[in-house]
């Protein structure tokens, strides 16, 4: 009787592989079918993986939601992902001294656009809603082409390659607000239209680029332009461990005020910063340093992860040189953060361009679990005192908490207490900062 049934098995496991070979079509060999014909012994592991090579391959585009809507051709040579950030914040003061605003705020309203076009092209576009209608609203602008081995050149309106923080997406930053390091760099390079070079490799990234003036630069006269480089390595990288060392550079020439008293242009800039706070009024400002031939910033980067556990920090010197007789100035900047998932997630490590990318909790709240949890303590300080220059010095604590709830949701809880303050305004005050966050993000 066994003779007689695995003969019969044969037969029909025969009969499947030669309909399969005479008949292409996608009706007559599902995944699924084959599988429990395979698992049931009514075919082999031979004959199953001949009838799964000849199933014709699906010409149909796919749809993913892995990371944003992304909806990609069948060969991946072109590809769409539509994107979205919403950030609504609250903002709470306990003043010391001074009258501060509580308040609500759509702190950034995004849409965007990117994807891939024969393979060989990026493309991104992402437009702000929420700011000033006085400075551009263009965020991103770009194409790379990837086919040049072995660099990847960007053109548009991008972030210059400097400062691990700056770099990091706005969505996945661990605190509701940069650390006072950004304020240098935001005004005045965050992003600009260039030219970029980059590179990366197993353990390694690179790129640097011309920038012109950023988009909405009001001044009347010459526009300015500068380049940024950096540099990335990380010597010891695994799926849950990572040490990062960085190193980066920009120079720039500001551009000039043609509204000055002929023959000469003046060329002013300013540096100011909040309280890690964009609903707070700035506490420092060096007001408008003039005869400003150029000025450049030197970071250095340490970073690592263990786990849930994390550790970043940037330490950069700002020097401006000007003529006229006037003296040249010397700023520093510094902060060190740390965080950790309470519920065990990992935050993931981009070597190409030697950043963190945002958490992703394991189990979504509501369908399986709670999300996830992460608790962080971060110091920074900004020294804006040099020569003639009182542009102020502060120290301040965030404590930050964030709830996951799934990859695209998340409720975020900040205090910031400025620990020190000399000079400005709001000299020898210590204010402290309750502020929440609800972002959505894909």
């Known amino acids: 009787m066994k003779r007689y049934i695995r003969a019969a098995r044969s037969a029909s496991g025969s009969l499947l592989l030669a309909l399969a070979a005479a008949h292409a079509a996608p009706v007559l060999a599902k995944d699924d079918l084959l599988e429990t014909l395979a698992r049931k012994g009514v075919i082999s592991a031979d004959e199953y993986a001949k009838l799964k090579d000849q199933q014709p391959k699906s010409s149909a585009p796919t749809l993913s939601t892995d990371d944003g809507l992304k909806f990609a051709s069948a060969d991946g040579a072109f590809s769409l992902q539509v994107g979205a950030l919403q950030q609504i914040d609250y903002a709470a003061?306990?003043?010391?001294?001074?009258?501060?605003?509580d308040g609500t705020e759509l702190r950034r309203s995004r849409l965007s656009l990117g994807g891939t076009l024969f393979k060989d092209w990026q493309y991104r576009v992402e437009y702000e809603f929420a700011k000033s209608a006085a400075v551009t609203q263009v965020t991103d602008a770009y194409v790379a082409y990837t086919r040049l081995k072995p660099f990847t050149v960007t053109i548009g309106q991008f972030k210059p390659s400097f400062s691990m923080e700056a770099l990091s997406q706005d969505k996945s930053a661990t605190f509701m607000e940069r650390a006072l390091p950004f304020y240098i760099v935001s005004p005045l390079i965050v992003r600009a239209p260039g030219v970029q070079l980059s590179d990366s490799g197993t353990h390694w990234s690179m790129a640097g680029g011309i920038f012109g003036a950023p988009l909405g630069d009001s001044s009347s006269g010459d526009e300015g332009w500068g380049a940024a480089a950096r540099a990335t390595a990380a010597p010891y990288l695994t799926e849950k461990a990572v040490v990062h060392l960085g190193l980066g550079a920009t120079w720039r020439k500001p551009t000039a005020d043609n509204n000055g008293t002929p023959p000469a242009a003046t060329s002013a800039v300013a540096f100011s910063a909040k309280p890690e706070s964009n609903q707070a009024p700035s506490f420092l400002s060096t007001k408008a340093m003039l005869d400003v031939t150029s000025f450049r910033i030197v970071g250095t980067e340490l970073a690592g992860a263990c786990g849930p556990a994390s550790l970043q920090s940037e330490y950069e010197w700002i020097k401006v040189e000007r003529d006229n007789g006037q003296d040249d100035l010397a700023f520093t900047t510094w902060y060190l953060q740390f965080a950790y998932t309470l519920t065990g997630e990992v935050r993931p490590y981009k070597v190409d361009r030697?950043?963190?990318d945002g958490i992703k909790p394991v189990k979504s709240f509501g369908a399986s679990g709670w999300g996830a949890f992460e608790a962080a303590a971060r110091i920074s300080q900004l020294d804006l005192n040099d020569g003639s220059v009182t542009g102020g010095n502060m120290r301040d604590m965030t404590l930050g908490v964030s709830w996951y709830l799934n990859a695209f949701m998340r409720i975020s809880a900040n205090?910031?207490?400025?620990?020190?303050?000399?000079?400005?305004?709001?000299?020898?005050?210590?204010?402290?900062?309750?502020?929440?966050?609800?972002?959505?993000?894909?």
């Open 354 to 356: 030697g950043v963190f």
């Open 93 to 101: 003061f306990d003043a010391d001294g001074s009258d501060l605003s």
């Open 415 to 442: 205090y910031v207490k400025v620990l020190k303050l000399d000079g400005g305004t709001y000299d020898d005050q210590k204010p402290s900062v309750y502020q929440m966050r609800l972002q959505l993000a894909f």
